[in-house]
C-alpha cells in the first residue's frame, strides 16, 4: 500500500470538528495487541488484525433501526501513536425504497449511499478524529422513502442515498447515490461529487450515480404508468423502467445500480453502496448485491425487501396493494486500516535451490517476512566445514544469487537474510545445502590405511609441459642443450585429498597414504575405478594420447634424463638419487625403479581445476589422483606399490588439457633391482624412438571453456 500525504483544497472540505487532545473522559479501548485502539464510543466499534498484520477500525450502525430523516451515530477515534497515514472507506446510509397507491405500482428503488474512499490519508498521531456512520432510510408507505444518513471521517464526507420516489408524481431523490423515478417523473442526480467531500485527489476517490427513470420516461398519467426506476449504485446508475408488451400490465421495474467491492473488513469482497430495484406490473425491479428488491405484482404486492445494514445500500420499491411499506436502506459504515509499527518477524525461512557443484550458482528466497513499515533485506552468503558447523561470511557474497568457486568444495553453505525497519533488525538462515562437490572431480569413497614409510627425494622425475597461454611463468632445468620449463608449486602427498589442498612433503619424514576407490560420476555409489587406455610402450619408450589420437613422440637420452617430444608437448623423464643428483639410467638406457620409490610429477599447461590420474600399468593400479591448481600447473608424489612385480611397467598420467581433451602420457620404465656396472657410461648419446601407435594430436594454445566430461 502506498503512503503519501495529499493536500486537499479547503474550498472542497465540508466544515468539521478536528481537533488534537486527550480523549473524553468516556474513552474505551478496542482490540488487544498492536490493534488496540482508543475511542469515545466502543458501542459498534471493533479493531481486528488483518491476515497481512493490518489494523482494521470498523465503526458500524448494523443495530440501528431505519430513520424518517438523514441521521448518523458520532463518535472520536485518537489516532495511535506513530501512525501518519490511514487508509479509510466512507459509506453513507442507504436510501428507503419509495411505494405507490393501490393502483398504480411504479414506486422507485432507494439509492445506495454515497462512497468515499481515501489512501494514505493523512492523520496526526494522538488526535481524535470524528466520525460518523449514517442510519438507513425507511421505506416509504404510500410515499417516498427517506434518505440515508450521512457517514464521515474527519474532512471525508459520504452523502446519504436519495430516496425512491413514490404514491403520486414523485421524483427520485437526490443524495450520494440517487433514488428511482415513480410515475413519470425524473430520477435523482447524485450530490456526492458536489457536496464538499475532497474527491480530486489522487488518493482520494468519491462514488455517486443518478437514479432510474419510470415508464413512461418523463411523462405523468395513471392509464401508462408500467414501473419506477431503480436506484443509483456506486458504480452504475440506476435501470429505468420498461414497458416492452402493448400495455402498462407488461411493465418491468428498473434494476439498482451496482455497488463498490471492497475487501478489507474481512478478507472477502462486500458490495457497499448498491441501489434498490423498482416496482413494477409485470416484473420487479431487481436490486445490486445487499440491496431491497421491489416487493410482488398486483394483488401479490406488498412491502419492498430491506437492504443489509452496515452496507448503504438502498431498499427497494414497494406496492400498497398488500399492506407494508416499501424497503428500508441499510445502514452506513467507516472502516479504518493502518499497520502498525512492528519489528519484522519471519514466518517462513530463507532457503536456497541450484546445483551444488563447483561452478555453479545458487539462488536465495528471502522467506515471508511481516512488519511495518515494510523491511528492507540484505543477503549475506555464509561457508563452513561441516553443516552443523560455524558459518562465517563469504567474501563480497552479499546478492540473492552466488556462484560456488574452488574454497567451496567439500563446504557446505547458507544463505542469510537481515531484514530491517525502523522498529528493529531481524536476521534468519537457511537450511544448509549439501557438500559442495567438485564440478570435474568425480565423487569418491576412500578407504584409508596407516604405513610409516620413510620419505626421500623422488626417485622418478617427470616433468611435463604443454603449451597454454594461461601458463604460469616457469622456471627451467637443464636437459643437454635444451631448456625445459618446470613450474614449481606445492607437493602434494601420495594420496589423492578430497580437499584439493597440497601438502608439502619433505625428505626424511613419516607420512600416511590413502587409497582411493573412484566412482566416475557425481551420483553417488561406490563403483571400481575406470582405468585409462593408455598406448603401449616398452621400458625406455613413451606416447601421447589427446583424446582417441595418437601423437608421434619421439625420445631422446640427455644426461641420464629421457627428453620426450610429442607435437607441442615437452617432458622431461629421470630418476633422482637422495642427494638431488640425477640418477644413472640402467645398463639398457632406462630407467629403474624399486617397489617403494616416489614418482613425482611436475605438470604446466593444463586445463586448471581438471583431475590428473597416476596409474602403473601393466596390470592397471591407481597410484592416485589431485587437482590441477588455478594457473594450470600441479606437483604431485606418488608410492609405487610395494606389491609392484619386476619387470616393465608404464607410469600413465592422464590430464586435460586446456580445450577440455583428456591428454595421456605412457613412460615405459622397469621396476626391481639391478647392479649397476662399473663399466656403464653415462648416457649422453641421444636416440630417436617412435611410438608403436600413430595419429594426430593437437593441444590448442588457446584455452576454451573447460566442459565437465569424465577423464
Not at 408500467?226 to 421495474?253: E, F, K, L, M, R
Not at 558447523?389 to 556462484?403: M, V
Not at 625445459?484 to 597440497?502: D, L, N
Not at 641421444?686 to 594430436?697: K, T
Amino acid at each position: 500500500m502506498v503512503r503519501r500525504t495529499v493536500s486537499v483544497s479547503s474550498a472542497l472540505l465540508l466544515a468539521v470538528s478536528i481537533w488534537v487532545g486527550a480523549p473524553s473522559a468516556q474513552a474505551a479501548s478496542v482490540g488487544s495487541g498492536a490493534c488496540a485502539t482508543t475511542v469515545d464510543v466502543a458501542t459498534g466499534v471493533t479493531s481486528t488484525a488483518g491476515p497481512d498484520g493490518a489494523c482494521i477500525v470498523t465503526f458500524a450502525t448494523a443495530s440501528t433501526s431505519p430513520t424518517t430523516s438523514a441521521q448518523y451515530a458520532t463518535r472520536t477515534w485518537t489516532v495511535p501513536a506513530g501512525i501518519t497515514s490511514v487508509d479509510v472507506l466512507v459509506v453513507a446510509g442507504g436510501g428507503g425504497g419509495g411505494m405507490s397507491n393501490g393502483s398504480t405500482p411504479t414506486g422507485g428503488g432507494g439509492g445506495g449511499g454515497g462512497i468515499v474512499l481515501a489512501t494514505s490519508y493523512t492523520v496526526t498521531p494522538a488526535a481524535s478524529i470524528a466520525v460518523w456512520t449514517g442510519f438507513g432510510g425507511q421505506g416509504g408507505n404510500c410515499s417516498p422513502g427517506n434518505p440515508g444518513g450521512n457517514s464521515k471521517f474527519g474532512a471525508l464526507v459520504a452523502v446519504g442515498g436519495g430516496f425512491g420516489g413514490g404514491c403520486g408524481p414523485a421524483y427520485g431523490g437526490p443524495g450520494g447515490n440517487a433514488g428511482g423515478a415513480h410515475w413519470g417523473q425524473p430520477q435523482g442526480s447524485s450530490t456526492q461529487a458536489t457536496s464538499g467531500t475532497a474527491s480530486n485527489g489522487t488518493n482520494i476517490t468519491a462514488y455517486g450515480n443518478s437514479g432510474g427513470k419510470s415508464y413512461p420516461h418523463g411523462v405523468a398519467g395513471d392509464s401508462v404508468s408500467a414501473g419506477g426506476g431503480g436506484g443509483g449504485g456506486a458504480t452504475q446508475a440506476g435501470g429505468d423502467a420498461t414497458q416492452p408488451g402493448a400495455n402498462s400490465s407488461s411493465g418491468v421495474g428498473g434494476n439498482g445500480g451496482a455497488g463498490l467491492a471492497n475487501d478489507w473488513r474481512t478478507g472477502a469482497d462486500i458490495i457497499y453502496g448498491s441501489g434498490g430495484g423498482g416496482q413494477a406490473r409485470s416484473v420487479q425491479g431487481t436490486g445490486g448485491t445487499n440491496a431491497g428488491t421491489a416487493s410482488g405484482t398486483n394483488a401479490a404486492g406488498g412491502a419492498g425487501i430491506d437492504a443489509v445494514d452496515d452496507t448503504g445500500s438502498g431498499g427497494g420499491g414497494g406496492y400498497r396493494q398488500g399492506g407494508g411499506r416499501a424497503g428500508d436502506g441499510g445502514s452506513g459504515v467507516v472502516v479504518v486500516r493502518y499497520y502498525p509499527n512492528t519489528t519484522p518477524t519471519n514466518s517462513v525461512a530463507p532457503s536456497i535451490s541450484g546445483t551444488t557443484t563447483n561452478g555453479q550458482t545458487l539462488t536465495g528466497t528471502r522467506g515471508t517476512w511481516s512488519g511495518y513499515p515494510v523491511p528492507t533485506y540484505a543477503y549475506r552468503w555464509k561457508r563452513a566445514a561441516t553443516s552443523g558447523g560455524s558459518y562465517t561470511n563469504i567474501t563480497g557474497a552479499t546478492s540473492l544469487t552466488y556462484t560456488l568457486t574452488d574454497d567451496d568444495i567439500d563446504a557446505y553453505i547458507k544463505f542469510e537474510v537481515t531484514a530491517t525497519n525502523s522498529s528493529g533488525s531481524v536476521t534468519e538462515l537457511s537450511a544448509a545445502t549439501a557438500r559442495i562437490a567438485d564440478m570435474v572431480r568425480p565423487t569418491t569413497t576412500t578407504t584409508t590405511s596407516t604405513t610409516t614409510t620413510s620419505t626421500v627425494a623422488p626417485a622418478l622425475d617427470i616433468v611435463v609441459n604443454a603449451p597454454s597461454t594461461s601458463a604460469a611463468p616457469a622456471t627451467t632445468v637443464a636437459v643437454g642443450q635444451a631448456q625445459i620449463p618446470v613450474v614449481s608449486t606445492p607437493v602434494i602427498t601420495a594420496a589423492p585429498k578430497t580437499s584439493g589442498s597440497a601438502t608439502t612433503v619433505p625428505a626424511a619424514t613419516t607420512t600416511t597414504s590413502t587409497t582411493t576407490t573412484t566412482v566416475p560420476n557425481n551420483a553417488g555409489g561406490t563403483v571400481a575405478p575406470k582405468a585409462p587406455s593408455p598406448p603401449q610402450v616398452v621400458a625406455g619408450g613413451a606416447a601421447v594420447k589427446v583424446g582417441d589420437e595418437i601423437e608421434d613422440a619421439t625420445v631422446e637420452r640427455a644426461d641420464n634424463q629421457l627428453v620426450v617430444t610429442a607435437g607441442a608437448l615437452k617432458a622431461v623423464v629421470g630418476g633422482m638419487n637422495p642427494d638431488g643428483s640425477v640418477m644413472a639410467l640402467d645398463e639398457a638406457g632406462n630407467v629403474r625403479l624399486r617397489t617403494g620409490d616416489t614418482v613425482r610429477i611436475k605438470l604446466a599447461g593444463f586445463e586448471p581445476g581438471s583431475v590428473m590420474e597416476a596409474w602403473l600399468f601393466s596390470t592397471p593400479v591407481m597410484l592416485g589422483t589431485t587437482k590441477v591448481g588455478p594457473d594450470g600447473t600441479i606437483t604431485a608424489t606418488f608410492r609405487i606399490p610395494d606389491n609392484a612385480s619386476s619387470g616393465s611397467h608404464r607410469v600413465v598420467i592422464v590430464a586435460r588439457t586446456t580445450d577440455g581433451e583428456p591428454a595421456t602420457l605412457a613412460v615405459g620404465i622397469n621396476v626391481g633391482e639391478w647392479e649397476k656396472e662399473s663399466s656403464i657410461a653415462t648416457w649422453l648419446i641421444v636416440l630417436p624412438i617412435l611410438a608403436a601407435m600413430v595419429g594426430a594430436l593437437t593441444l590448442p594454445a588457446t584455452r576454451r571453456r573447460r566442459r565437465p566430461a569424465t577423464p
